[in-house]
């Protein structure tokens, strides 16, 4: 079983800074099939990034993906006050896993 | 527009059984394999079950194998989990989603209690 860390947990930050966000893999995840997803109380989550660095669809450009192998980087370059929320990575290279999620929170 | 409805959830004892069930529209559903995730109260997203396009390949997370069952009706458009056996760490929202990863698009979750 692949198993995700994600760090940190929790992101204090004020709108309009950047804000990075990592996900970090136990092994080598194959093809680097990994995805960021959005999710905010009470919804489902909402595909952000495919594949460590594809934009989803009607993805603003604000959001970006980096990272292959095991280190993977979700950077939201400017953070807008609908960006605080709570970001999980999932690989699906090697069976499915999500790592256990970091809240992006108003400073 | 693609939709996913879940349905099915509710209270239900430890040890009983219940089948929970997701209406797929707006795209060709017997061209995509499907999921479900489930997300305990308060807690992060875990990846349950997933079957394949034609629904002979099942996948299934440990913590359900033997107890879950993923299947699908293209005639209906439906897929269903069949839970077997329920504890009270089953408790969660449970999430249809599309494909086997990534998901762009999923429902918006049924919640099964297990609690006596």
């Known amino acids: 079983e692949v198993v995700l860390t994600q760090s940190p947990g929790t992101l204090s930050l004020s709108p309009g800074v950047r804000a990075t966000l990592s996900c970090r893999a136990s092994q080598t995840v194959p093809a680097n099939y990994l995805g960021w997803y959005q999710q905010k109380p009470g919804q489902a989550p909402r595909l952000l990034i495919y594949?460590?660095?594809t934009r989803a669809t009607a993805i603003p450009d604000r959001f970006s993906g980096s990272g292959s192998g095991t280190d993977f980087t979700l950077t939201i370059s400017r953070l807008e006050p609908e960006d605080f929320a709570v970001y999980y990575c999932?690989?699906?290279?090697?069976?499915?896993?999500f790592g256990g999620g970091t809240k992006v929170e108003i400073k | 527009e693609v939709q996913l409805l879940e349905s099915g959830g509710g209270l239900v004892q430890p040890g009983e059984s219940i089948r929970i069930s997701c209406a797929a529209s707006g795209f060709n559903f017997g061209d995509f394999a499907m999921s479900w995730v489930r997300q305990a109260p308060g807690t992060g997203l875990e990846w349950v079950s997933s079957?394949?396009?034609?629904?002979?390949?099942?996948y299934y997370a440990a913590s359900v194998k033997g107890r879950f069952t993923i299947s699908r009706d293209t005639s209906r458009d439906t897929v269903y989990l069949q839970m077997n056996r329920l504890r009270v760490e089953d408790t969660a929202v449970y999430f249809c989603?599309?494909?086997?990863?990534?998901?762009?698009?999923w429902g918006q979750g049924t919640l099964v209690i297990v609690s006596s």
């Open positions: 999932q690989q699906y290279g090697n069976s499915l896993s």
């Open positions: 594949d460590a660095s």
């Open positions: 079957v394949s396009r034609s629904g002979g390949d099942t």
């Open positions: 989603a599309k494909g086997e990863g990534p998901h762009d698009f």
